[in-house]
C-alpha cells in the first residue's frame, strides 16, 4: 500500500525538519511504504532553503495559493504518482505520528476518509481556547444540519483519504480554511468519513494564520460558515442525477 503524507507549509523553516522527522515515529509494518511531500506555498522565509540543504521532498510553489491550494498540489501529486492513501499533516509539527496507523487502519476498514479529531475523545494535552471550541461546536453543529452527520472537529488537518477522495480532491478543493467545507461535501456525496480520536500538541515555533489579525477569527467564522450552507445545500451525491 503506497501512502502519502501531505505536508503544507508556509514560512515554517523553525518547524519543517522536525516534522518531517517525526514521520519516523509512524513506525508502520513492512507492507507499507510511507512517502511525504512538503509543498512549500510561497514562503518568504528560509523554508525553502533548509527543504533544498535536506533533500527533503518538496514542490515549491511560485506565489502564495493558501492552505487550500497548497493541500490540493499534494492531492494532485498523489492523484498522478497512484498512491493508495493520502494523509494530510500539518507542516507545524502539531500532529503526532503515532497516529498515523490508526488513520490508515480505518481507510482499510472501508472508510473513505478519516479524521484524526481532539474531541471525540479527550487526549491532547493541548486544549482549544474555550472562543475557538464555541466556534468547533457551532460549525459541527451546521454540518450536522446541512449533512447529516454529527464530526466532532470539522477543523482538523489531520485527516486520511483513500483512492476516490483523493481524485475528488485532485479535481476540487476549496481555496481559504477548507476542512469544514471539504467535509460537508464528501458527507453530501455520499462517501463514509469516520474520526478517530488523536493527541495534537501545541504550535512551539511560528504563528498561527488566525492569530495574525484580530478580525481574522470572525472572518473565518462567517466565511466557513457560508461556505458550508452553499456546500450543504447545492452539493448532490456521487452518481445522482444531473450531478
Known amino acids: 500500500m503506497k501512502i502519502l503524507v501531505i505536508i503544507p507549509a508556509y514560512n ?8 518531517v522527522n517525526s514521520l519516523k515515529d509512524a513506525k508502520l509494518e513492512g507492507k507499507y511504504t510511507l512517502d511525504y511531500v512538503i509543498v512549500n506555498d510561497g514562503s518568504v522565509d528560509n523554508t525553502k532553503e533548509i527543504c533544498r540543504e535536506n533533500n527533503f521532498n518538496v514542490i515549491n510553489l511560485p506565489v502564495n495559493l493558501g492552505i487550500g ?19 494530510q499533516y500539518d507542516g507545524d509539527g502539531q500532529h503526532d505520528a503515532t ?15 478519516v479524521i484524526g479529531s481532539r ?27 446541512l449533512a447529516g452527520k454529527k464530526i466532532y472537529d470539522p477543523t482538523s488537518g489531520f485527516r486520511a483519504c483513500n483512492t476516490k477522495v483523493i481524485e475528488e480532491f485532485a479535481k476540487d478543493y476549496p481555496t481559504d480554511f477548507p476542512e469544514p467545507d ?11 468519513v469516520s474520526e478517530i480520536p488523536v493527541k495534537m500538541k501545541p504550535r512551539t515555533d511560528g504563528v498561527s494564520s ?10 473565518y467564522m462567517i ?9 450543504g445545500v447545492t452539493t448532490r451525491k456521487v452518481g445522482a442525477k444531473n450531478e
Do not use: M, W
Open 12 to 19: 515554517e523553516s523553525l518547524n519543517i525538519i522536525r516534522t
Open 69 to 87: 491550494g497548497a493541500v490540493q498540489t499534494g492531492y494532485k501529486y498523489a492523484h498522478y504518482n497512484h498512491y493508495d492513501v493520502a494523509i
Open 99 to 113: 497516529y498515523i496507523k490508526d488513520l490508515i487502519k480505518e481507510i482499510e476498514v472501508g472508510y473513505d476518509i
Open 119 to 145: 474531541f471525540v475523545k479527550e487526549l491532547s494535552e493541548f486544549k482549544s481556547t474555550f472562543i475557538r471550541r464555541c466556534g468547533i461546536n457551532f460549525l459541527s453543529f451546521l454540518i450536522r444540519l
Open 182 to 192: 471539504s467535509i460537508t461535501k464528501i458527507i453530501k456525496k455520499g462517501y463514509h
Open 210 to 219: 488566525l492569530t495574525t489579525n484580530i478580525f481574522k477569527p470572525a472572518y
Open 223 to 231: 466565511k466557513v460558515s457560508v461556505a458550508i450552507i452553499i456546500a
